[in-house]
């Protein structure tokens, strides 16, 4: 059985059988199927009187409240961290906890589906985003490009984004076990690098060089955003299993809310690779 290489949904529980447990007051009961076009190979989900089951325009619906509530608090985050430079760190590192602690709260409580927290984390994470990208490219803290550089970013994200969707849905690169293993370990890869570079920091001016603007910091996001833009085949393909296994309509803030942490990691990885060239 494949799983996601994002968090979310690779932790949708399970129940005994193989297939998803229950969002809400649904039950489950199908398994997944082994790539786009493929039906179901088992019972679908019993969504009950009181429920319907999830519709791709329920994923398109709840992925763009999500994006739109981030999008909104990141304006308002930038706008005042460009009035009053101090509070950038502050949106950047409380953003960034919060948000960290609603997609654990999320994954391991089994509330992936709770719209609360997820419009919550996408309040946190725009905080993050707005304050990040202003320490990225505004003269205040040393940076260049301004709002041309944050909009590439964002053109970029979003390329990329319809770019992985549209390779799935044609069926260019096909989800399989190996491919799932293949980018989970690339991921688990990058973060180990990631830390061990926070770690050396603390030592050593630059760390291991991984965020230093030099080569091989260029090299390590490249690395980073490939990994990000191949994690959405993961993404597309458990939401595309959800709506065929007939989940409950409310498991769509599960996968709005998955989208969401792969797309705020791509966007700050082609941001930060922007900024290295900027800054030459």
Do not use: H
């Given at each position: 059985?494949?799983t ?8 949708l529980p ?9 969002f ?5 009961g ?12 088992a ?11 999830m519709t791709?325009?329920d994923v398109v619906t ?8 981030l999008t909104?608090?990141?304006?308002i985050s ?16 409380g ?12 994954t391991f409580g ?5 719209p609360?927290?997820?419009?919550a ?10 304050a990040?990208?202003?320490?990225f490219?505004?003269v205040?803290?040393?940076g ?18 319809f ?6 849905k044609?069926?260019?690169?096909r989800?399989t ?11 688990i890869?990058?973060?180990v690098?990631?830390l061990g570079?926070?770690?050396a920091?603390f030592?050593?001016?630059?760390g291991?060089?991984?965020?230093d603007?030099g080569?091989?910091a ?6 980073c955003?490939?990994?990000a ?8 393909d ?5 709506i065929?296994a ?8 599960g996968?709005a ?14 941001l930060?690779?922007l ?5 030459d």
């Amino acid at each position: 059985m494949r799983t996601s290489s994002n968090p979310v949904f690779r932790n949708l529980p399970k129940q005994q059988g193989g297939g998803y447990a229950t969002f809400g007051t649904a039950t489950a009961g199908a398994t997944q199927a082994t790539q786009f076009g493929q039906p179901p190979t088992a019972e679908p989900y019993r969504t009950g009187p009181a429920t319907r089951a999830m519709t791709i325009d329920d994923v398109v619906t709840k992925t763009g409240i999500t994006l739109g509530v981030l999008t909104v608090s990141a304006i308002i985050s930038y706008v005042l961290s460009k009035g009053n430079p101090d509070l950038a760190p502050m949106f950047v590192i409380g953003g960034g906890i919060v948000g960290l602690v609603l997609v654990l709260v999320a994954t391991f409580g089994r509330k992936m589906d709770n719209p609360a927290i997820v419009l919550a984390y996408a309040v946190a994470e725009g905080l993050f985003l707005g304050a990040l990208s202003l320490m990225f490219t505004g003269v205040e803290f040393g940076g260049v490009g301004g709002t041309a550089l944050i909009g590439q970013a964002v053109v970029g994200t979003f390329g990329v984004f319809f770019g992985m969707l549209v390779v799935y849905k044609t069926g260019a690169i096909r989800v399989t076990p190996r491919l799932t293993r293949m980018i989970i370990g690339a991921l688990i890869g990058v973060v180990v690098l990631a830390l061990g570079n926070l770690v050396a920091s603390f030592f050593v001016d630059g760390g291991l060089g991984l965020r230093d603007g030099g080569p091989i910091a260029i090299i390590f996001s490249l690395v980073c955003i490939g990994i990000a833009a191949f994690s959405f085949l993961l993404d597309f393909d458990q939401a595309d299993q959800l709506i065929r296994a007939q989940a409950p309509e409310k498991a769509a803030w599960g996968v709005a809310l998955g989208l969401t942490i792969t797309l705020v990691w791509l966007y700050v990885e082609i941001l930060r690779l922007l900024s290295y060239f900027n800054n030459d």
